[in-house]
């Protein structure tokens, strides 16, 4: 088993930036990509950007050029850093963390970006 802890939600600025941080525990020497989804109401949830244990990252074109994923240097931990965030950034982020056998979710974090 695998638990993953999000944190660093919030309301921000159009333009404005945010880093979200996910804590992997239990299991983590079974895992082999961590990563961020995303769901905004009324749609359906969707891909924001992964990172494979060997660095490998993935973004959905959307953030592509302001938002970066990143591991922590005991690799349970991921980031992603939002840069001039839209409004169409609003949304709840999951953390997830994929093994060959399972994949495991966070319990979400708020995002909106509202003047």
């Known amino acids: 088993q695998v638990q993953l802890v999000e944190s660093g939600g919030g309301l921000v600025q159009p333009g404005g930036s945010l880093r979200l941080s996910c804590a992997a525990s239990?299991?983590?020497?079974?895992?082999?990509?961590m990563g961020w989804y995303r769901q905004a109401p009324g749609k359906e949830r969707e891909l924001v950007a992964r990172?494979?244990?060997?660095?490998?990252?993935d973004y959905a074109d959307s953030v592509k050029g302001r938002f970066t994923i990143s591991r922590g240097n005991a690799k349970n931990t991921v980031y992603l850093r939002m840069n001039s965030l839209k409004p169409e950034d609003t949304a709840v982020y999951y953390c997830?963390?994929?093994?060959?056998?399972?994949?495991?979710w966070g319990q979400g974090t708020q995002v909106t970006v509202s003047s």
């Open positions: 990172i494979s244990s060997g660095g490998t990252t």
């Open positions: 239990g299991s983590i020497f079974s895992i082999n990509v």
């Open positions: 997830n963390a994929g093994s060959v056998l399972y994949t495991y």
